[in-house]
């Protein structure tokens, strides 16, 4: 066994005996690739990130006018369906529910479901209350340094396990859409991509939520 290799198993040794470890995976030092199909270009001068649905009033943001909103950085782990767990990770972004309380966004009360649109037409669904809990982030940054195009620059859905917020809903890092470009607001429930193709509707970490 190599010095990483003592080193992972002694970090993984750490957070299972924390209890933050779900059934059936592993941790990774790393931080896998993995997304369907190529990383869109990005350019600042036409991008722009737009809220609709059931609210209020629609919202869009060009990139310069996102980066004013109100920020927000969270510590959590994170946990993807393919069994591979990495923990103590940091985010900065824009927090959805910061959005709503400082009055940026207002749903309509009818609205209880949340779709995220990204580039190339992918989307993953989520319930509008676990959207709106801490462990959601519109994120820009990890650890400290703008996101790579190959993890979803310039602005990716988030979501995660924070241990100290144990009573949190925790999905597969999946339900955070990586390109992401819109937020709509639903009335009901509809599935996003790869919910569609098999993958679990509510995706919970602790209850292996993978598939079906």
């Known amino acids: 066994m190599g010095l990483f290799d003592k080193d992972r198993k002694q970090e993984e040794d ?17 931080f ?11 350019t600042p001068a036409t991008w722009d990130f737009r809220v609709w649905g059931e609210v209020e009033e629609e919202r869009k943001w060009t990139w310069n ?10 510590l959590m782990d994170i946990h993807c369906v393919t069994r591979w767990s990495k923990a103590d990770t940091t985010w900065e972004g ?14 309509k009360p009818s609205a209880t479901y949340l779709m995220q649109h990204a580039e190339y037409g992918y989307t993953t669904n989520l319930p509008l209350e676990v959207a709106l809990q801490d462990n959601f982030l519109l994120a820009t940054h990890y650890e400290g340094e703008p996101l790579t195009p190959d993890h979803g ?13 144990g ?25 996003g991509f790869w919910e569609k193709a098999g993958y679990n509707n509510r995706a919970d970490i602790w209850k292996e939520e993978r598939f079906g």
Request: glycine share 6%; charged share 20%.
């Open 32 to 42: 896998p690739v993995l997304h369907y199909g190529p990383i869109p270009p990005f």
């Open 94 to 107: 824009v927090s959805l529910k910061t959005l709503i309380d400082e009055g940026f966004i207002t749903p």
């Open 153 to 165: 620059y310039p602005l990716r859905g988030v979501i995660g396990h924070i241990p100290a917020q």
């Open 167 to 191: 009573e949190l809903v925790a999905p597969y890092f999946w339900k955070g859409a990586k390109w992401l470009r819109s937020l709509e607001f639903m009335t009901a429930d509809r599935r």
């Open 65 to 74: 006018e996102f980066l004013q909103l109100p920020r927000t950085k969270i």
């Open 14 to 30: 750490r957070i299972r005996s924390e209890n933050r470890l779900p059934p059936g995976q592993s941790l990774t030092l790393k």
